[in-house]
């Protein structure tokens, strides 16, 4: 079935044409991984631990749209059970937050479940969420964030998706807030979600195709 694309969506057109004209244009960014695009990737991931570990990933990575390094501070205890049977995470500190208050980002139930069956078939018990691994495949403490660019890299090649430039950490942040708004969700929520300083610093993330792109 073929998925329905939110970038075509005339709100999130009005939106981009608006901020155009308000920013004017800015240089390459990020190639935007909207769910459409998640769904493919996440197909194409082996079951094996790597695999695993590379769908935790995409699915923290969409769902929370933070910067690499925050995505791999997440820790399995910031994991919280909410009212109404509800999820959130905790973000202990970002990049806009100096005084480290944190915040709770809330969570589907499908990205609790892809990390509790990591933690289980992983043998993990705490520490970071997501993890590297040593060339025997043994598994780290934690990831390198800069290890997230390469491995989105891996698996753009090999779901052979080659016509969209390519994936990096920003890709989360893009593609995030490109169907948030879509979903007729607030700018202000947006930028609570990502975490950026003001709108203008946002919609960076958002401006940055042709007009005709959305026509």
Not at 4 to 31: C, F, M, N, S, W
Not at 167 to 177: D, Q
Request: include cysteine; charge should be positive.
């Amino acid at each position: 079935m073929k998925l329905k694309d939110p970038t075509q969506e005339p709100e999130v057109i009005h939106t981009l044409k608006r901020l155009h004209r308000k920013l004017g244009r800015a240089q390459q960014q990020a190639t935007h991984l909207t769910k459409d695009l998640l769904e493919k990737l996440i197909a194409i991931c082996d079951d094996d631990l790597i695999g695993i570990r590379n769908k935790v990933l995409l699915q923290l990575g969409y769902e929370t749209i933070r910067r690499r390094a925050e995505l791999c501070a997440f820790e399995f205890c910031d994991i919280k059970h909410m009212p109404k049977a509800r999820y959130a995470i905790n973000l202990r500190s970002s990049k806009t937050d100096q005084y480290g208050e944190g915040k709770l980002l809330p969570i589907s139930d499908t990205l609790v479940e892809i990390i509790y069956e990591w933690k289980r078939k992983a043998n993990l018990e705490h520490g970071k969420i997501l993890r590297g691994f040593f060339k025997g495949k043994s598994i780290r403490d934690k990831l390198n964030p800069s290890s997230i660019n390469n491995i989105l890299k891996q698996l753009q090649a090999k779901a052979q998706i080659d016509d969209i430039g390519e994936l990096s950490g920003h890709s989360f942040r893009v593609g995030g807030a490109i169907d948030m708004l879509s979903n007729g969700i607030p700018l202000e929520h947006i930028i609570l979600r990502g975490g950026w300083k003001s709108d203008t610093t946002a919609m960076r993330y958002l401006r940055n195709w042709q007009e005709d792109f959305w026509l």
